[in-house]
């Protein structure tokens, strides 16, 4: 899965971020408040589109959204 | 493995009770206003109602037991079990159930007793009274769930206080030889079990006056002490997304069935988000998943009876249906089962005056 089409899909799911706006190298702490309930938005949202489960230690160690794409990317296989 | 079916037993009837005091979200000051509607927004609830301090579970479950015997004009002298599931008994000892023998008139040939399970209390509390009952000697039965949580969580503790409501119902079970077999799939994973605790008060953990009580920051925005009920949001969210599909789909394909053969999909209610993502895994349309949590929030083993009550009042009252029922959470305990219902006796829901 691309890292772009990865991008839109978290775009479209935290409703406080802008379409068109993330890029691979943001720090995620900038882009959204980066609290618990976020945490379980994006652990759903992984887990439905792309049927993997990720951690509070592993979301807690990514930093950019190359590391979140990195992290699922990882899991698929 | 826990897969199995039970024979011969039917519900005859489900009612609910819900303390009279409404607290509403929308007035949770502890945190900001931006976080408050986010919060409404991804638990689901806006209102619950909670119990006065001296309310208990079962003064709830008395109501709603009490009433429903009288719609069904059931004879009391008949019933010879009563269930209690819950995690918030009157006293630590004895079991509540033998308090509800008496104040329900109940003959002395009652069998009673408690069973200490939350969120997936009423599933298992469904497979107990009917494995009991499917071996045809009793005749009438009543299931009674429900938790009186509220008083157990810490106001400045946002992870815990907005989600949880009190509630309190009755379900009567009869014996029915041509009654279609309710059908069971129960698993634990003991490993989880401080994602959802009250870690002081039991054996394990004495009260001890210099400790238990200590309100202690545990993060941002939580604040608690050791008798107050404790979340760890991410393992539970993971655990109820790892486990309630696979269990669900086991079910259906160990009964041939699929998600299309049932009516109505009646989850606990454990928050809105949680819910939903269960919802989609599964792939089921949202006219077949109902909610109860908007005005009655998170209501622990109360839960499943309380949403049909609320929510399918008028299909269980009127219509012959499916549902699969799937309670996970605190244990780590969870369990889904199939059954099928026939114009239930099912009351509007009462109001406890506290």
Redesign the interface.
Known sequence: MEINIFIKKIEEEFEDIQPNTLVPTDVLSEKFTWDSINALIFLAHVNVEYDVEITAEELIKSKTVQDLYDLVESKEL | MAIFQVPNINIAGISACVPEDEYNNNDYDWVSEKERE??IK?IGVEKKHHAKKGTTTSDLCFVAANNLINELNWDRSEIDLLLFVSQSRDFILPATAGLLQEKLSLPKTCIAFDVSLGCSGYVYGLSVIGSMMATGIIKKGLLLTGDISTLNTSFKDK?AFPLFGDAGTATAIELKSDAKPMMFNLQTDGAGYDAIIIPDGGIRNFVDVDTSFDYKQI??GIVRNKFNIAID???V??FS??EVKPNVNKLLQEYGLSTDDIDYFVFHQANK??N??IR??LKLKPEKVPYSLSEYGNTSSASIPLTIVTELNSVVKNSELALLLSGFGVGLSWGSVILHTKNIVCPPIYIHKD
């Open positions: 986010t919060l991804v992870s993060s941002e949001g991410i393992k969210f993971n997304l790892r988000l949680m939903e993502t989609k895994q």
